[in-house]
């Protein structure tokens, strides 16, 4: 069985402040891809990254970091320099290599950056 | 990335209408559609897998003769859900697969209140 679990229900930060989300999870599929989207107020997922479990290497995207550590299980968010557009609800999923079953979502993160 | 589109984007019905609401790959094939249901400040939920020319697959709990889907062709699935009631508000996510790439892509969501 797939289990993402994000620890975080609700992270409030100031603007300009750093903020990591966390995001671990749990599969016996021994390739796996892990997904990071943001829920605006509006409801739209927006997709921010896709990586598959061959690459361990960390990526930047802007203001965007994502550290992934197959030891731990744990693909963790970080956002740099927080701005108010990045309030939202953050989900981290896990879907098999095979890519053709259902994303398995946690419960999700939401961010507030107070101005 | 490939476009998927939901219709209507938001739907309000009187207790015990049907509403249909549709999920359609623009771009690309999808044999495979996935449908989701998110409640207020909680993730999403799978509800069933929706297969091209064949029955859909429903998660336990979900009734299949309330939640009718229909996946009669390569780009479009619909989801019925008949006899609509308070409790079935929610919010209503497709997911299409394009299995060029085995990647999954999801419409921007439709929200239903029921009366």
């Known amino acids: 069985a797939q289990k993402v679990t994000q620890a975080q229900t609700e992270i409030s930060v100031v603007e300009k402040e750093d903020v990591t989300l966390d995001c671990v999870y749990e599969?016996?599929?021994?390739?796996?891809?892990l997904f990071w989207y943001k829920q605006p107020p509006s409801g739209e997922l927006v997709f921010l990254i896709r990586?598959?479990?061959?690459?361990?290497q960390n990526e930047i995207s802007g203001r965007y970091s994502w550290n992934f550590q197959k030891s731990t299980s744990s693909f963790n968010f970080t956002i740099t320099a927080s701005q108010v557009v990045d309030s939202a609800v953050y989900f981290c999923?896990?879907?098999?290599?095979?890519?053709?079953?259902?994303?398995?979502f946690g419960k999700g993160t939401r961010l507030s950056v107070i101005a | 990335g490939a476009v998927v589109s939901q219709h209507p984007s938001w739907v309000i019905c009187k207790s015990g209408t049907s509403v249909k609401i549709e999920c359609r790959s623009l771009?690309?094939?999808?044999?495979?559609m996935f449908w989701y249901r998110q409640f207020p400040k909680q993730s999403l939920m799978l509800m069933a897998t929706?297969?091209?020319?064949?029955?859909?697959?429903?998660e336990q709990g979900v009734e299949k003769d309330k939640f009718l889907i229909n996946h009669a062709s390569l780009t479009l699935s619909t989801l019925t859900v008949t006899s609509a009631h308070p409790e079935d508000s929610s919010f209503y996510i497709c997911?299409?697969?394009?299995?060029?790439?085995?990647?999954?892509?999801f419409g921007p969501g439709t929200r239903l209140t029921v009366l």
């Open positions: 999923a896990l879907v098999g290599y095979s890519g053709n079953t259902p994303l398995v």
């Open positions: 997911s299409a697969l394009d299995r060029s790439y085995n990647e999954q892509f």
């Open positions: 771009d690309f094939q999808a044999t495979t």
């Open positions: 599969t016996r599929d021994t390739t796996y891809y």
């Open positions: 929706s297969n091209e020319g064949s029955k859909a697959t429903y």
């Open positions: 990586r598959n479990s061959f690459d361990e």
